[in-house]
């Protein structure tokens, strides 16, 4: 079992910059992957970055503005989100799985609003 916390969401203006943290308790952390995905209002939920061993992967829209790390020591991954846009607003979630984009245990989410 992993239990995954997300924080450092918040409102930001557009161009501007969040780091988003998921810090995970339980065991064998290191052997997961970890996705972040997001839900904009009235949206479906969809994968944005990912990292396990093989490597990290983004989804399209957040290419050269997205940076995900993990820090395996202390049991945390971020997201480095620069030159925020209006339409990254969603609620962002990290998630434990087997390999990128899989999903098995959820954070509750992190608001993250970018005003234009």
């Known amino acids: 079992q992993v239990q995954l916390v997300e924080s450092g969401g918040g409102l930001v203006q557009a161009g501007g910059s969040l780091r988003l943290s998921c810090a995970a308790s339980?065991?064998?952390?290191?052997?997961?992957?970890i996705n972040w995905f997001r839900q904009p209002p009235g949206k479906e939920r969809k994968f944005v970055a990912g990292?396990?061993?093989?490597?990290?992967s983004y989804v399209d829209s957040v290419k050269g503005r997205f940076t995900i790390s993990r820090d395996n020591a202390k049991n945390t991954v971020y997201l480095q989100m620069n030159s925020l846009k209006p339409e990254d607003t969603a609620v962002y979630y990290c998630?434990?799985?087997?390999?990128?984009?899989?999903?098995?245990?959820w954070g509750q989410g992190t608001q993250v609003t970018v005003s234009s």
């Open positions: 339980g065991r064998l952390f290191s052997s997961y992957a």
């Open positions: 990292t396990s061993w093989s490597g990290v």
């Open positions: 998630a434990a799985g087997g390999t990128i984009r899989a999903a098995k245990y």
